[in-house]
C-alpha cells in the first residue's frame, strides 16, 4: 500500500508541474501572429531574425573573421566557417566575404565545405566580376 500513495504523489506532481508550464513561442495560431509579421509568411519571418539558433546575435565582423580564415583544415575549425558562411548568406550579406576567401570556398580543392557552400561562392565571385567588367567598359 505504500507504494501506491508513492505513484499517486507522483502521478499528483507531475501533473501540477505539467500544468505550470508556458510557451515562449507562439504556436503560429492566432491574430497575434499576422499582426507582428505584418502579412509575412513563416518562412520570411525565419529569414529575418533566426531566433532559434543564437546566431543572431553574432555580430558581421565576429563572422568575416572566421569566413576569412581558410587557413586550417582542422575539423572544428571547418564546421565554424560552415556555419558561419551560411549565416552570412541567411542574412544576404555575402557580399563583405573578401574575394580570396571566397575562391577557396568557390575551389572546394578538399572538399570541405559542401556544394552548397561552393555554388554560393561561385554565385557571388560571379556578381563581382560582372560588376567589375560593367565599370571597366
Known sequence: MAWDSVREKKGEIKKTVSSKLAELRPSGKGP?????????????????KDLASGMEI????????????????????VTMRKLNFNELLRREQLDTIDSTALKVYAKNEDKLYGKIIQCEAMKELTKRTVQKSKHSR
Not at 32 to 48: I, N, Q, V
Not at 58 to 71: A, I, Q, R
Open 32 to 48: 497575434s501572429d499576422e499582426t507582428a509579421g505584418e502579412g509575412k509568411s513563416k518562412d520570411e519571418l525565419a529569414r529575418d
Open 58 to 77: 553574432l555580430e558581421l565582423d565576429f563572422l568575416l573573421s572566421v569566413v576569412e580564415n581558410t587557413e586550417s583544415d582542422d575539423s572544428n575549425d
